[in-house]
């Protein structure tokens, strides 16, 4: 492994995580799916940062970007390109893509859902197969990475439910949720930093380097994992756990790994659900099976989030002070308890010979959450660690 390319990959993360707050698993997975060649599916309602995600990302990419919102009135014309006059004078039908989708290395399409037949087709070839087809020739594509955008699943699966299993990577991105993000959202810079950025040739090396990853050890887990989902009705088909490999290795490759192991395999819950509803009993599925003490891990942390977002997020209550101070108490009470839980959890996996570094990290979340109510709002001057 090329330990400057990889740290490259590494500082764009890092970056990214800066800018977009609340994102960690989004940008992972559109850094994993560039280095695996596939599409993401980002689902969320209008201002949550999906269009400046993406471009953030593309700017960091030397290479031909494409973006466009479709309508339902929108034409092939302004994807593919217009039709050469020219060649209509010599009988044949050829379309001028300069600077349109069939060029670009990464494309982002806003409101996907709304491509209409004449699109459609053309664009499915160029996702699966990366070819456009232009004058009764396949022309090769260079994509690399498609991105689409939607406040909406898909009305008619019928007809779109073959350009929704395209995305093999599914987000759905909501405003942000935590005080101290928000407050952060509020003072950010509208222009960030100096930038890390990859050539293509960059890309290409990483992608080759991601290619060799060993995934062998991890192989029964995913029939391991498609056995319990089945039990629970999520069904993905054939191709989606063949793709799954590649995301697999790319995210072991972004974990600093040249052979996969079980936590490589978490990215999968953003893989394998079919409706938003599933995404819960999917992601919970996965940790279960790939490391149960990270499950146990993630649910307290849910818990604290929610306990400390109801305590800090409160309107002030003027009239009762005595009642919302007792309220912030017992949140700091609560979250002090959820450390020493996490603790725990830590000393059993560390027993069990299984990683930590995610329960670590909850563990420091938790942490900051206690640490800014104990500070900011009950008025203590010293850092009290969970």
């Given at each position: 492994?090329s330990?400057?390319l990889?740290?490259?990959?590494?500082?764009?993360?890092?970056?990214?995580?800066q800018?977009?707050?609340?994102?960690?698993?989004?940008?992972?997975?559109l850094?994993?799916?560039?280095?695996?060649?596939?599409h993401?599916?980002?689902?969320g309602p209008?201002?949550?940062?999906?269009?400046?995600?993406?471009?953030?990302l593309?700017?960091?990419?030397?290479?031909?970007?494409?973006?466009?919102?479709?309508?339902?009135?929108?034409?092939?014309?302004?994807i593919?390109?217009?039709?050469?006059?020219?060649?209509?004078?010599?009988?044949?039908?050829?379309?001028i893509?300069?600077?349109?989708?069939?060029?670009?290395?990464?494309?982002?399409?806003?409101?996907?859902?709304?491509?209409?037949?004449?699109?459609?087709?053309?664009?499915l070839?160029?996702?699966?197969?990366r070819?456009f087809f232009?004058?009764?020739?396949a022309?090769?594509?260079?994509?690399e990475?498609?991105?689409?955008?939607?406040?909406?699943l898909?009305?008619?699966?019928?007809?779109?439910?073959?350009?929704?299993?395209?995305?093999?990577?599914?987000h759905?991105?909501?405003y942000?949720?935590?005080?101290?993000?928000f407050?952060?959202?509020?003072?950010?810079p509208?222009?960030?930093?100096?930038?890390?950025t990859?050539?293509?040739?960059?890309?290409?090396a990483?992608?080759?380097a991601?290619e060799?990853?060993?995934?062998l050890g991890?192989l029964?887990?995913?029939?391991?994992?498609?056995?319990e989902?089945?039990?629970?009705?999520?069904?993905a088909?054939?191709?989606?756990?063949?793709?799954?490999?590649?995301?697999?290795?790319?995210?072991?490759?972004?974990?600093?790994?040249?052979?996969?192991?079980a936590?490589?395999?978490t990215?999968?819950?953003?893989?394998?659900?079919?409706?938003?509803?599933?995404?819960l009993?999917?992601a919970?599925?996965?940790?279960?099976?790939?490391?149960?003490?990270?499950?146990?891990?993630?649910d307290?942390?849910?818990?604290?989030?929610?306990?400390?977002?109801?305590?800090v997020?409160?309107?002030?209550?003027?009239?009762?002070d005595?009642?919302q101070y007792?309220a912030?108490?017992?949140a700091?009470?609560?979250?002090?308890?959820?450390?020493?839980?996490?603790?725990?959890?830590?000393?059993?996996?560390?027993?069990?010979?299984?990683?930590?570094?995610?329960i670590r990290?909850?563990?420091?979340?938790?942490?900051?959450?206690?640490?800014?109510?104990?500070?900011?709002?009950?008025?203590?001057k010293e850092?009290?660690?969970?």
């Open positions: 492994m330990l400057a990889h740290g490259q990959f590494l500082s764009i993360e890092r970056e990214l995580n800018s977009h707050l609340e994102r960690p698993d989004v940008v992972r997975s850094l994993v799916a560039l280095l695996a060649r596939q993401v599916i980002l689902l209008p201002g949550t940062g999906k269009s400046r995600l993406v471009r953030d593309c700017q960091r990419i030397v290479g031909r970007f494409f973006e466009w919102q479709l309508t339902r009135m929108s034409t092939p014309e302004e593919f390109g217009p039709i050469s006059l020219q060649g209509l004078q010599q009988d044949r039908y050829r379309r893509a300069t600077g349109k989708l069939p060029e670009a290395e990464i494309a982002y399409l806003d409101e996907t859902f709304k491509a209409s037949s004449a699109i459609l087709n053309t664009l070839a160029a996702m699966n197969e070819i232009n004058d009764g020739q022309i090769p594509m260079p994509l990475m498609l991105v689409g955008a939607s406040n909406e898909p009305e008619d699966r019928e007809e779109l439910g073959a350009l929704w299993d395209r995305f093999l990577i599914r759905v991105v909501d942000v949720k935590d005080p101290a993000s407050a952060a959202l509020l003072q950010a509208a222009h960030p930093a100096a930038q890390t990859i050539t293509l040739s960059d890309l290409k990483a992608q080759q991601v060799t990853v060993d995934v991890v029964p887990l995913l029939g391991q994992l498609r056995t989902l089945a039990k629970l009705g999520v069904i088909s054939d191709r989606r756990w063949r793709q799954s490999v590649g995301i697999v290795q790319a995210n072991a490759w972004m974990n600093g790994h040249t052979v996969a192991d936590g490589d395999v990215i999968l819950q953003h893989v394998l659900w079919d409706e938003p509803d599933q995404r009993a999917v919970k599925a996965v940790l279960t099976l790939i490391s149960p003490f990270d499950q146990e891990a993630q307290i942390l849910d818990d604290a989030k929610d306990v400390y977002i109801k305590a997020g409160a309107p002030p209550d003027a009239e009762n005595a009642h007792e912030i108490l017992q700091s009470q609560l979250l002090n308890t959820a450390g020493k839980r996490l603790g725990a959890i830590a000393k059993k996996a560390r027993e069990a010979g299984k990683s930590t570094a995610q990290e909850n563990m420091a979340q938790v942490q900051a959450w206690h640490h800014d109510i104990m500070v900011n709002h009950l008025g203590m850092e009290i660690e969970v």
